[in-house]
């Protein structure tokens, strides 16, 4: 009997210390992507406003995931997701202009080849995966293929066009699995009430909950991570006044660059919805 239990206790003991290791193993994957060298300078200035490893530890990402960002932008996550997805043999998607959607702009056209070129490298950032998104794309991926679908500054961009937000929605609940998870980082307007159409780029918290709710999300938690206490949101040229896009009023000369500076970036809702499974 003693000899069962002993055993049992080390079997037990060792399954700790190996999801441990694995714990470890996965902490130190996400570390090495975001101090890697192969970031750009300008990502990396902006790590101390933007909290990577805090915020994508709130979203649960784990090794072996297959993750979709939408709309990604500068590249900012892409730098990040990766080479985690490379070193932790998970995959990143990344879901870029409609090429064959022959509305979309010449610029948006040549943007995408860039940020493809950009990511080419499998010795850095492995086997990166492109998919047309936009008003008219098709699925983000096979359904219930995606483990976390992540979206960072762009709800405000999908409530100019009509029924764009909802299509969004429902694309990322179509391309999750049961359990898996949509992130959303996001100017946020609370407490001010937000303007039509989160014109000035803040939306407010209840909107977002809202749509994700319509798809069929359930909320799931929120973080103060990425809050700014600093941000009054009450600038002429909305959120884009703020660090890091720093717009001024061309008919100001007055216009105090350095105030703004002085607030950072923006205050941003940090979100998790699950797909329920």
């Known amino acids: 009997m003693f000899h069962q239990r002993l055993t049992g206790a080390l079997a037990g003991l060792a399954l700790v210390l190996t999801t441990a290791g694995a714990a470890c193993a996965a902490d130190a994957a996400l570390t090495a992507a975001i101090a890697s060298p192969d970031r ?8 101390a406003a933007r909290h990577p490893a805090e ?4 979203w649960g990402l784990k090794p ?13 996550w892409t730098e990040i997701l990766a080479p985690y997805a490379k070193a932790t043999g998970g995959r990143y998607v990344a879901a870029v202009a409609d090429v064959d959607n022959p509305e979309t702009s010449e610029a948006a056209r040549k943007g995408r080849a860039a940020f493809e ?3 080419a490298d499998p010795a ?15 699925p983000l991926g096979p359904p219930g293929s995606a483990d976390l679908v992540i979206t960072a500054r762009n709800i405000h961009n999908w409530m100019w066009t009509p029924g764009m937000l909802d299509k969004v929605m429902a694309d990322a609940y179509a391309v999750l699995k049961p359990g898996g998870v949509l992130a959303v980082e996001e100017h946020r307007a609370d407490p001010k009430p937000q303007v039509p159409e989160a014109r000035n ?24 991570v990425n809050a700014n206490p600093k941000d009054t949101k009450d600038y002429a040229g909305g959120v884009w006044t703020l660090p890091p896009t720093r717009n001024s009023p061309k008919d ?3 216009f105090d660059r350095a105030k703004y500076d002085a607030i950072g970036e923006s205050d941003r809702m940090t979100l998790r919805f699950v797909k329920p499974g």
């Open 40 to 47: 750009t300078p300008a990502s990396v200035a902006r790590d």
């Open 55 to 58: 915020s994508l530890a709130f």
């Open 64 to 76: 072996k995931q297959t993750v979709v960002e939408l709309a990604p932008g500068g590249g900012y």
């Open 117 to 119: 070129a950009r990511f």
């Open 124 to 138: 850095k950032y492995g086997q990166v995966t492109f998919v047309n998104f936009g008003g008219k794309s098709g």
């Open 201 to 224: 780029g803040y939306v407010a918290v209840a909107s977002v909950k809202a749509a994700a709710g319509k798809a069929g999300f359930k909320f799931a938690a929120s973080s103060e």
């Open 252 to 254: 100001d000369p007055n």
